[in-house]
């Protein structure tokens, strides 16, 4: 999966609180914080369909998005690539660091760490 810009991640935060959602309901969560445009909460929404970021359908004759994936999931591989990328580390990572976050729930935060520490079969 393509790992999500800033801005992106910043949309999947809120669907991952209250999808599915519309793009109208999106923008009035995210315009403001991201200072932007209806049209470009639309562009953004279309590009993280086409990188397989969102899921869309259509409730009601509305379209909404949802997340393509878990919380757990997308956090896991920007982790991932972060500390592959920067600290070279490809074994498994700490992440009780993580543990009293606020943005994870239990069950979250458990399958962040199984998914950091599952074996890639790379070792």
């Known amino acids: 999966m393509t790992q999500p810009s800033k801005s992106e991640l910043a ?3 809120v669907l991952w609180a209250d999808a599915p959602l519309s793009a109208r309901e999106i923008q009035d969560k ?8 209806f049209s470009t909460t639309r562009t953004t929404l279309s590009r993280m369909a086409d990188k397989s ?16 994936e878990s919380k757990a999931c997308t956090l896991s ?10 600290f070279e580390m490809k074994g498994p990572l700490p992440t009780a660091a993580f543990h009293d976050s ?22």
């Open 11 to 13: 949309i999947l935060k």
């Open 30 to 37: 995210v315009g403001p914080q991201l200072d932007w445009s």
């Open 53 to 68: 970021l969102l899921q869309l359908e259509t409730k009601h004759g509305v379209r909404v998005y949802t997340p393509a």
């Open 77 to 86: 591989g920007v982790m991932r690539e972060f500390f592959d990328t920067f």
């Open 102 to 123: 606020k943005m994870l729930s239990e069950g979250e935060w458990l399958e962040l760490d199984r998914l950091l520490n599952e074996s890639d079969g790379d070792d």
